[in-house]
């Protein structure tokens, strides 16, 4: 249980990571 835990923490973490990616390129893109 604690695994299933720990991995969904870390599949959160990357998708937030993909965001905060996909601003950064708009924000290029805006420039």
């Given amino acids: ?7 969904t923490g870390g599949k959160r973490k990357y998708e937030i990571k993909i965001i905060e990616n996909e601003n ?3 924000i ?3 420039k």
Avoid: V
């Fill in 1 to 7: 249980m604690e695994n299933s835990g720990k991995k």
């Fill in 24 to 26: 950064d390129k708009l």
């Fill in 28 to 30: 290029s893109f805006s």
